[in-house]
């Protein structure tokens, strides 16, 4: 059976690629090294943040000469994404050595399962794979089309004018502040192709940082889950196949949570700023959904809307994954028949059964767990934020 681990990365192989950032790390000692590993990496940036100092330009501008509210906000939204997307490609290229680790964790572990031939223990495996390609496939799709809708919309929208007017009037994807006039037909073209490959880049950066994060939660909960199975047989009459049984299961369990903590270690800084961003977000987007009258601008801030919910839901939803497996590795010894066994065989049992209690999770910079709760804090603390600019606006 094909690695769960190396099939899912193969899947997300083409994000890293393009966006610069790589999966397979090396070391990079001197200056050299890394422009020469991460020169496309460097391009991407550079690309991305002319961009992003032109959007955070307009909005002062914008604000010294009195635009309205949902003009402000327009652009609001995407330098927020844009700003989020440095900091996950960044603190994830920082954690090369924890992302090495973690990797040569799970594929220990993938290859200590290969030869158990259970049936049980297939469908387990299968089961997270169908759920993961699922889940990659849908997250891809939809930031196909979220990216389609932003590009296109500015050629649309100049389309019905041109079919009113008869006259050709330039538009841009982004409203972005540059050293030179970009709606002059020398330079548009280059602005527009600018602009879709930077909002090409967010997406390639963001959804392989968070692609290969669903991927190592699935298969860490995967591994739980065959854990689980392991100890509920673990009883048997043999004490000695007992103790070697049961010491395997202890270090897989102490290896489980390590690669718990790396995954932590690699994400922590990134999911924080996430959390206070998605909130951002997901008020503005919505915001602009319900104040800009125009329907193909409705249309794309909608599918950002969707997307931005989608991004955020996910990053709860696979941490609490991690939580509900590892807590989940208790009830398993407690169905494991331990009252047939020996009184030192169970306190034994007993001990894991503690640890496995305190669950493990993921965290924002130990600030807020990374749960379905969180998520749904997330959701009420941009509602409320979403309230007051429809209330300001109102002023």
Same mark, same amino acid.
């Given at each position: 059976?094909?690695?769960?681990?190396?099939?899912?990365?193969?899947?997300?192989?083409?994000?890293?690629?393009?966006?610069?950032?790589?999966?397979?790390?090396?070391?990079?000692?001197?200056?050299?090294?890394?422009?020469?590993?991460?020169?496309?990496?460097?391009?991407?940036?550079?690309?991305?943040?002319?961009?992003?100092?032109?959007?955070?330009?307009?909005?002062?501008?914008?604000?010294?000469?009195?635009?309205?509210?949902?003009?402000?906000?327009?652009?609001?939204?995407?330098?927020?994404?844009?700003?989020?997307?440095?900091?996950?490609?960044?603190?994830?290229?920082?954690?090369?050595?924890?992302?090495?680790?973690?990797?040569?964790?799970?594929?220990?572990?993938?290859?200590?399962?290969?030869?158990?031939?259970?049936?049980?223990?297939?469908?387990?495996?299968?089961?997270?794979?169908?759920?993961?390609?699922?889940?990659?496939?849908?997250?891809?799709?939809?930031?196909?089309?979220?990216?389609?809708?932003?590009?296109?919309?500015?050629?649309?929208?100049?389309?019905?004018?041109?079919?009113?007017?008869?006259?050709?009037?330039?538009?841009?994807?982004?409203?972005?502040?540059?050293?030179?006039?970009?709606?002059?037909?020398?330079?548009?073209?280059?602005?527009?192709?600018?602009?879709?490959?930077?909002?090409?880049?967010?997406?390639?950066?963001?959804?392989?940082?968070?692609?290969?994060?669903?991927?190592?939660?699935?298969?860490?909960?995967?591994?739980?889950?065959?854990?689980?199975?392991?100890?509920?047989?673990?009883?048997?009459?043999?004490?000695?196949?007992?103790?070697?049984?049961?010491?395997?299961?202890?270090?897989?369990?102490?290896?489980?949570?390590?690669?718990?903590?790396?995954?932590?270690?690699?994400?922590?800084?990134?999911?924080?700023?996430?959390?206070?961003?998605?909130?951002?977000?997901?008020?503005?987007?919505?915001?602009?959904?319900?104040?800009?009258?125009?329907?193909?601008?409705?249309?794309?801030?909608?599918?950002?809307?969707?997307?931005?919910?989608?991004?955020?839901?996910?990053?709860?939803?696979?941490?609490?994954?991690?939580?509900?497996?590892?807590?989940?590795?208790?009830?398993?010894?407690?169905?494991?028949?331990?009252?047939?066994?020996?009184?030192?065989?169970?306190?034994?049992?007993?001990? /894991?059964?503690? $640890? =496995?209690?305190?669950?493990?999770?993921? &965290? %924002?910079? !130990? +600030?807020?767990? /990374?749960?379905? $709760? =969180?998520?749904?804090?997330?959701?009420? &603390? %941009?509602? !409320? +934020?979403?309230?007051?600019?429809?209330?300001?606006?109102?002023?």
């Amino acid at each position: 059976m094909t690695s769960l681990f190396d099939d899912s990365l193969r899947k997300i192989q083409f994000l890293f690629k393009y966006s610069g950032m790589h999966l397979e790390l090396k070391s990079s000692k001197t200056i050299a090294d890394i422009i020469r590993y991460r020169w496309l990496y460097i391009i991407n940036f550079l690309w991305l943040n002319t961009d992003v100092i032109g959007e955070i330009f307009w909005i002062i501008d914008g604000a010294a000469n009195g635009k309205k509210l949902s003009e402000l906000t327009y652009i609001a939204p995407c330098t927020t994404l844009c700003m989020l997307a440095n900091l996950k490609s960044i603190f994830l290229i920082l954690s090369e050595d924890a992302l090495t680790q973690l990797t040569k964790n799970l594929r220990e572990m993938e290859r200590s399962e290969d030869g158990s031939e259970n049936m049980v223990k297939d469908t387990i495996i299968e089961e997270q794979r169908s759920f993961l390609n699922v889940v990659i496939s849908a997250l891809n799709f939809w930031n196909a089309m979220t990216v389609i809708a932003f590009s296109l919309t500015p050629l649309v929208l100049m389309a019905v004018e041109f079919r009113k007017t008869n006259e050709v009037e330039l538009m841009l994807p982004f409203l972005i502040v540059y050293p030179f006039d970009s709606y002059d037909i020398k330079y548009w073209p280059f602005v527009y192709l600018h602009q879709v490959w930077s909002s090409c880049i967010v997406v390639l950066e963001i959804g392989g940082a968070d692609c290969l994060f669903y991927t190592c939660c699935t298969v860490i909960r995967t591994q739980f889950r065959l854990l689980q199975h392991d100890f509920e047989g673990i009883i048997s009459t043999n004490e000695s196949e007992f103790q070697e049984k049961f010491l395997k299961l202890v270090v897989r369990h102490q290896e489980l949570m390590r690669s718990v903590n790396l995954l932590e270690k690699m994400y922590t800084k990134s999911t924080l700023f996430n959390f206070v961003s998605s909130s951002f977000l997901i008020c503005l987007t919505g915001f602009n959904v319900t104040a800009i009258d125009d329907v193909a601008f409705v249309l794309s801030f909608l599918t950002f809307l969707l997307m931005s919910l989608l991004q955020i839901f996910l990053l709860c939803f696979f941490g609490d994954m991690i939580m509900t497996s590892s807590l989940e590795v208790s009830i398993a010894i407690y169905n494991s028949r331990w009252y047939l066994a020996k009184a030192t065989t169970a306190k034994q049992l007993f001990l /894991v059964q503690i $640890r =496995a209690q305190k669950p493990c999770k993921l &965290t %924002a910079s !130990s +600030y807020a767990d /990374v749960n379905l $709760r =969180a998520f749904m804090r997330i959701l009420s &603390t %941009a509602w !409320s +934020y979403f309230a007051l600019l429809k209330t300001i606006e109102k002023d």
